[in-house]
């Protein structure tokens, strides 16, 4: 018979190997372990719902996780509303495709009843956008829980964000600002296997002369999308809702939708990372994975530094 020591000891051994601090402010896998034991089956549980109702809003969540992170690090700013007084990030102009903040407060919402100001909005988008992965067929991988929520939002800060007209060693530069590698940001940028993008985003390609990078039975193809407007959408690859490599042999087709996309074929430091993923989708994966966990450490509050909202959308 197994003593009830032994079982203690275990437990405590199997909670430190899994990343666990006891009585320390920094973040770890199973940060909720004791004071929100639901959390993890309660954000999948709800994300899976929402993206059965409609896959597309799995994009949306990396999207939305990824804003959040490069300005002000992962805090939860995207969530919070324009006051009278500010006007918040979710306004900008580069986050008006944002979607899903309904999904985020519906899972606060049960949270909040099950365990009352302890998960905060920003640990909610990670493992939101985390679930939209693997849910669309991509990597699985756990994140380290315990950020703390922001309290400033301002739109002008959101002029940080990358450009859809970055060529690729603006990109490698604004990356490796943020201690990202050629390799992470190409990796990220694969994100893109999911979703849209809009004409307003992609139609200076277009204008004359047409951007030589594109094929040009790819460029019609992108003029009849923007016959529709400036918001009429063009998915970034053949599968919009499943997370695979096809958005990387796009881009070898030259058919990458937005110029910061096909830039990543014709600079020699980024073409070589392409191939590796159009050619090997599970390398593309494990340094996805990677890549997500190091951009959802971004600049993180802890202890004092932060708070738990009650309410996502605004500050305690």
């Known amino acids: 018979m197994v003593s009830a020591n032994f079982l203690g000891v275990f437990l405590l051994m199997e909670l430190i190997a899994g990343g666990y601090r006891f009585g320390a402010d920094g973040l770890s896998m199973n ?55 500010n006007t918040a990030e979710k306004d900008s102009p580069g986050n ?16 909040e009843n099950q365990c ?29 829980k315990g950020r703390k929520d922001g309290r400033r939002s301002k739109i002008e800060d959101t002029i940080n964000l990358p450009f859809p007209t970055f060529n690729a060693s603006e990109l490698i530069g604004v990356f490796g600002q943020r201690g990202f590698s050629a390799q992470d940001m190409v990796a990220l940028s694969g994100a893109h296997t999911l979703g849209v993008s809009r004409c307003s985003s992609f139609k200076n390609r277009l204008s004359d002369p047409v951007d030589p990078t594109m094929d040009s039975d790819f460029s019609k193809t992108l003029a009849r999308t923007c016959r529709g407007g400036d918001n009429a959408e063009q998915p970034f690859d053949m599968t919009r809702n499943n997370f695979d ?72």
């Open 245 to 316: 490599s096809f958005y990387f042999q796009a881009l070898q087709r030259k058919a990458g939708v937005l110029f910061s996309d096909q830039t990543l074929y014709n600079h020699p430091k980024t073409k070589a990372i392409v191939n590796n993923y159009a050619m090997n989708q599970a390398m593309f994966f494990l340094d996805f994975q990677q890549a997500m966990v190091k951009m959802s450490l971004l600049d993180v509050k802890e202890g004092s530094k932060g708070e738990v909202r009650a309410n996502c959308r605004k500050v305690n």
């Open 116 to 144: 009352p100001g302890v998960v905060s909005c920003a640990d909610i988008i990670a493992m939101a956008a985390r679930e939209a992965v693997s849910w669309s067929g991509g990597p699985v991988y756990d994140i380290p």
């Open 31 to 85: 940060y909720y372990i004791f004071n929100c034991p639901l959390v993890e089956p309660i954000v999948r549980s709800t994300v899976a719902r929402a993206l059965q109702s409609d896959p597309t809003l799995a994009a949306a969540l990396v999207r939305m996780h990824f804003h959040d992170c490069w300005i002000q690090g992962c805090d939860g700013s995207i969530l919070l509303d324009t006051t009278k007084d």
């Open 96 to 111: 008006l495709s944002v979607r899903g903040f309904e999904l985020i407060d519906d899972v606060k919402q049960q949270l």
